[in-house]
């Protein structure tokens, strides 16, 4: 690999400007006040981020946490990507490490999609000769940063940013970053830049759950990247093409790997609700033709595809004017291209319509039964589309006569003219200009790359902005579940314990079930990822089948499942709004009832067959909080309690003493007091990777009443410590 100082300082620069220029455009065009947490999955991060930072970024701090769902993996499900452990050693505040992450993840997809087009432009057949196809003069500034912004703030991405789904963004740099460094290296150009930024962005790839994603970037966007590699050449110079993002990737898995096998070991293991063993097929939201018309129009509102306007984000996929530059690509000398982009269109599309027989088999795919949204299949598409057609626009000639003092000129109009149009008339001007551009390049007429791509670049941020949702202020996302905070403590002060919980019935802002997450109290109502046995209880003591794809916990405390759970749980307080002016204040909150405590010792263990039998075993106790000191049930069905002995006597003077635990400290410390092998129960979701000591050595856990965390106690033991 020969590394040439130009492309080194040209890509340093492309990294640079991008930066500061997605920072602006986040400021000046589309209303950045210092928050980018928005609402919906975004709110999700905040119990990490919160964490994250209370722990200085060390993400192993965080394996777990016990106030969402009655216990939740943390890295296990979320990982622990590399802008948020930095952000949240260099901010210190959950709000701005989201937001350099942000801006982070957007800068990577920025550079690594204008590096993209720009190199694959040079390695298209061209459809006039040229004087060398590795001529690296077409890479100036006032064209790559264009692409770069264009790229950062793709419409596509948009619903992705505001929904909070980084995920699934950082999912699809396992399709970007390989492309752009095969075309890079198909183009006869190197450049250590180029590599790190690739490196990062695959980085978030391997430590982050954007699992979905990685999976449709290798079913559907790596045959483009093998397509890119084979372009005009040699079966050695593809496959040399191809080394140099597998050593990348390679490097990055190893040195992501603890986080990944935590990952891995989530998803493969007992606690996930959508594991990979989960075979159901698609029972979410199907496509139907109205909502892939929709797509060929930027703005979601101008070909309505008939669902309500909270569904957009996974039915709208803005191909826009690009569809039209499909026109200048060089299609019949690169037909292995046009075979690997028909294939990432059509095939998505069949399988999100759920057409067999190319839905069932996509189905029996491994992982793929566990993703939710078909639709999203479609994604590497629609980042390959403005890549190949950007590419393909690079390649033409500039015949417009211009001087290179007026080159950047169009860089500062085309946002400025573009902003503040209406979306019909943004829409009309971005098709008109790609119709025109086809012309000019067809027809060998004056025009200027870099006029087309200032102008596609603007017209790209104006789109994605339609799709931003309201940002949340520091208010709503700090200052308002402190408050609420403060004001539940002052009348339950036992809630402080994070093993202690509370039932709100009121929501802040657009928090709604995460708003005690957001308060920092213990709940068991939520939206995420709630673990599979804590699902399974909850189902059996509703009466309701367990559903796998369950993301929302909302247990009503007027019904009998709330008493059941309540009781289990230690849910001590119930929050009701008051109305204004009411002399009580502005909550009140109720005692649902004794429970059994954050932690206790039964007197005796047995077996029941099911979750519904011990459902059922659970209701027929008139004074469940006595019941469950006298008598501990285990799931015989469960794995995780084979070989759990059966206890009938002994125990009934163990007892617990103390509990100690804090929000945000993954260990739970209690002194207890037995003179026999007692089963204790801790009233917090068992999950495989919590760890337990008693006098300082090792103390199996297991599943208890279904979903909570028990052990054997041995005689004599006095300290257990527990680490979630």
Same mark, same amino acid.
């Given at each position: 690999?020969?590394?040439?100082?130009?492309?080194?300082?040209?890509?340093?620069?492309?990294?640079?400007?991008?930066?500061?220029?997605?920072?602006?455009?986040?400021?000046?065009a589309?209303?950045?006040?210092?928050?980018l947490?928005?609402?919906?999955?975004?709110?999700?991060?905040?119990?990490?981020?919160?964490?994250?930072?209370?722990?200085?970024?060390?993400?192993?701090?965080?394996?777990?946490?016990?106030?969402?769902?009655?216990?939740?993996?943390?890295?296990?499900?979320?990982g622990?990507?590399?802008?948020?452990?930095?952000?949240?050693?260099?901010?210190?505040?959950?709000i701005?490490?989201?937001?350099?992450?942000?801006i982070v993840?957007?800068?990577?997809?920025?550079?690594?999609?204008?590096?993209?087009?720009?190199?694959?432009?040079?390695?298209?057949?061209?459809?006039?000769?040229?004087?060398?196809?590795?001529?690296?003069?077409?890479?100036?500034?006032?064209?790559?940063?264009?692409?770069?912004?264009?790229?950062?703030?793709?419409?596509?991405l948009?619903?992705?940013?505001?929904?909070?789904h980084?995920?699934l963004?950082?999912?699809?740099?396992?399709?970007?970053?390989p492309?752009?460094?095969?075309?890079?290296?198909?183009?006869?150009?190197s450049?250590?830049?180029?590599?790190?930024?690739?490196?990062?962005?695959?980085?978030?790839?391997?430590?982050?759950?954007?699992?979905?994603?990685?999976?449709?970037?290798?079913?559907?966007?790596?045959p483009?990247?093998?397509?890119?590699?084979?372009?005009?050449?040699?079966?050695r110079?593809a496959?040399?093409?191809?080394?140099?993002?597998?050593?990348?990737?390679?490097?990055?898995?190893?040195?992501?790997?603890?986080?990944l096998?935590?990952?891995?070991?989530?998803?493969?293991?007992p606690d996930?609700?959508?594991?990979?063993?989960?075979?159901?097929?698609?029972?979410?939201?199907l496509?139907?033709?109205?909502?892939?018309?929709?797509c060929?129009?930027?703005?979601?509102?101008?070909?309505?595809?008939g669902r309500?306007?909270?569904?957009?984000?996974?039915?709208?996929?803005?191909?826009?004017p690009?569809?039209?530059?499909l026109?200048?690509?060089?299609?019949?000398?690169? +037909?292995?291209? &046009? #075979? *690997? /982009?028909?294939? @990432? %269109?059509?095939?998505?599309?069949?399988?999100?319509m759920?057409? $067999?027989?190319?839905s069932?088999?996509?189905?029996?795919l491994?992982?793929?039964?566990?993703?939710?949204?078909p639709?999203r299949?479609?994604?590497?598409?629609?980042?390959?589309?403005?890549?190949?057609t950007?590419?393909?626009?690079?390649a033409?000639?500039?015949?417009?006569?211009?001087?290179?003092?007026l080159?950047?000129?169009?860089?500062?109009?085309?946002?400025?003219?573009?902003?503040?149009?209406?979306?019909?008339?943004?829409?009309?001007?971005?098709?008109?200009?790609?119709?025109?551009?086809?012309?000019?390049?067809?027809?060998?007429?004056?025009?200027? +790359?870099?006029? &087309? #791509? *200032? /102008?596609?670049? @603007? %017209?790209?941020i104006a789109a994605?902005g339609?799709?931003l949702l $309201?940002f949340?202020?520091?208010?709503?996302?700090?200052?308002?579940?402190?408050?609420?905070?403060?004001?539940?403590?002052?009348r339950?002060p036992?809630?402080?314990?994070p093993?202690?919980?509370?039932?709100?019935?009121l929501?802040?802002?657009?928090?709604?079930?995460?708003?005690?997450?957001?308060?920092d109290?213990?709940?068991?109502?939520?939206?995420?990822?709630?673990?599979?046995?804590?699902?399974?209880?909850?189902?059996?003591a509703?009466?309701?089948?367990?559903?796998?794809?369950?993301?929302t916990?909302?247990?009503?405390?007027?019904?009998e499942?709330? +008493?059941?759970?309540?009781?289990?749980?230690?849910?001590?307080?119930?929050?009701?709004?008051?109305?204004?002016?009411d002399?009580?204040?502005?909550?009140?909150?109720?005692?649902?009832?004794?429970?059994?405590?954050?932690a206790?010792?039964s007197?005796?263990?047995?077996?029941?067959?099911?979750?519904e039998?011990?459902?059922?075993?659970?209701?027929?106790?008139?004074?469940?909080?006595?019941a469950?000191?006298?008598?501990?049930?285990?799931?015989?069905?469960?794995?995780?309690?084979a070989?759990?002995?059966?206890?009938t006597?002994g125990?009934?003077?163990?007892?617990?003493?103390?509990?100690?635990?804090?929000?945000g400290?993954?260990h739970?410390?209690?002194r207890?007091?037995?003179?026999?092998r007692?089963?204790?129960?801790?009233?917090v979701?068992?999950?495989?990777?919590?760890?337990?000591?008693a006098?300082?050595?090792?103390?199996?856990?297991?599943?208890?009443?279904?979903?909570?965390?028990?052990?054997?106690?041995?005689?004599?033991?006095?300290?257990?410590?527990?680490?979630?």
């Amino acid at each position: 690999m020969v590394l040439r100082p130009r492309d080194e300082a040209r890509d340093l620069a492309l990294v640079l400007v991008t930066a500061a220029l997605v920072a602006l455009a986040w400021v000046a065009a589309l209303g950045w006040r210092g928050d980018l947490l928005s609402n919906h999955d975004a709110t999700l991060y905040f119990l990490l981020l919160r964490d994250l930072v209370r722990n200085h970024g060390d993400w192993h701090a965080i394996s777990s946490a016990p106030g969402a769902f009655g216990g939740v993996a943390l890295t296990g499900v979320y990982g622990a990507a590399p802008s948020f452990v930095l952000g949240a050693r260099l901010s210190g505040s959950a709000i701005a490490t989201f937001d350099f992450a942000v801006i982070v993840t957007q800068v990577c997809f920025g550079v690594l999609g204008a590096t993209a087009s720009l190199d694959l432009a040079a390695v298209l057949p061209a459809r006039q000769p040229r004087r060398d196809r590795r001529d690296r003069s077409a890479r100036p500034l006032a064209l790559s940063v264009p692409l770069a912004i264009a790229f950062a703030f793709l419409p596509a991405l948009g619903f992705r940013l505001s929904y909070g789904h980084l995920n699934l963004v950082w999912g699809l740099f396992a399709f970007v970053a390989p492309l752009s460094l095969v075309a890079a290296s198909r183009a006869g150009r190197s450049s250590m830049v180029l590599l790190l930024v690739a490196f990062l962005a695959l980085l978030h790839t391997f430590q982050s759950h954007g699992f979905q994603t990685i999976v449709y970037a290798a079913l559907f966007g790596w045959p483009i990247v093998l397509a890119v590699s084979a372009i005009d050449g040699r079966p050695r110079e593809a496959t040399a093409a191809c080394l140099v993002p597998l050593v990348v990737a390679l490097l990055a898995l190893a040195i992501s790997w603890p986080k990944l096998s935590a990952m891995l070991s989530y998803l493969l293991g007992p606690d996930a609700t959508r594991s990979a063993g989960d075979v159901r097929g698609f029972r979410w939201i199907l496509a139907h033709p109205r909502d892939w018309l929709s797509c060929l129009a930027w703005s979601p509102q101008l070909i309505g595809s008939g669902r309500p306007a909270q569904l957009d984000h996974e039915t709208h996929y803005a191909f826009g004017p690009l569809l039209a530059l499909l026109a200048i690509v060089p299609f019949r000398r690169a +037909r292995g291209l &046009a #075979l *690997a /982009l028909a294939w @990432a %269109l059509l095939v998505p599309l069949l399988v999100s319509m759920d057409v $067999p027989p190319f839905s069932t088999l996509f189905v029996k795919l491994p992982l793929v039964a566990a993703f939710r949204v078909p639709q999203r299949a479609i994604l590497p598409f629609a980042i390959a589309l403005p890549i190949v057609t950007f590419a393909a626009l690079a390649a033409a000639r500039d015949r417009a006569p211009s001087r290179r003092a007026l080159r950047f000129l169009p860089l500062v109009i085309a946002p400025l003219l573009a902003a503040p149009l209406p979306p019909w008339v943004r829409e009309l001007l971005g098709w008109s200009a790609a119709i025109a551009i086809v012309i000019a390049i067809r027809l060998r007429l004056p025009f200027t +790359r870099v006029g &087309a #791509l *200032a /102008l596609l670049s @603007a %017209l790209s941020i104006a789109a994605f902005g339609e799709r931003l949702l $309201p940002f949340l202020s520091a208010d709503s996302l700090v200052h308002a579940p402190a408050k609420l905070r403060a004001e539940v403590l002052a009348r339950a002060p036992e809630l402080a314990s994070p093993l202690t919980r509370a039932s709100l019935q009121l929501s802040i802002g657009s928090f709604g079930p995460n708003t005690a997450l957001a308060a920092d109290l213990s709940s068991l109502d939520g939206y995420g990822y709630p673990p599979r046995r804590f699902v399974q209880l909850v189902s059996a003591a509703a009466g309701v089948p367990y559903d796998s794809l369950q993301t929302t916990v909302q247990i009503d405390p007027r019904r009998e499942e709330a +008493r059941l759970l309540g009781r289990l749980y230690d849910v001590r307080a119930i929050v009701v709004p008051l109305p204004p002016g009411d002399p009580r204040g502005l909550l009140l909150v109720m005692k649902p009832g004794a429970t059994a405590g954050p932690a206790w010792f039964s007197g005796r263990l047995e077996g029941v067959a099911s979750f519904e039998a011990l459902a059922a075993r659970l209701r027929a106790q008139p004074a469940l909080d006595k019941a469950l000191h006298e008598v501990a049930w285990i799931v015989s069905d469960d794995a995780a309690t084979a070989g759990v002995p059966t206890i009938t006597d002994g125990c009934r003077d163990a007892r617990v003493v103390d509990v100690q635990a804090a929000p945000g400290d993954p260990h739970v410390r209690l002194r207890v007091q037995t003179g026999a092998r007692c089963p204790l129960t801790v009233a917090v979701n068992h999950l495989s990777t919590h760890r337990a000591r008693a006098n300082g050595q090792p103390l199996a856990t297991f599943p208890i009443y279904g979903a909570l965390t028990g052990m054997i106690v041995p005689a004599g033991a006095t300290e257990i410590a527990l680490q979630l």
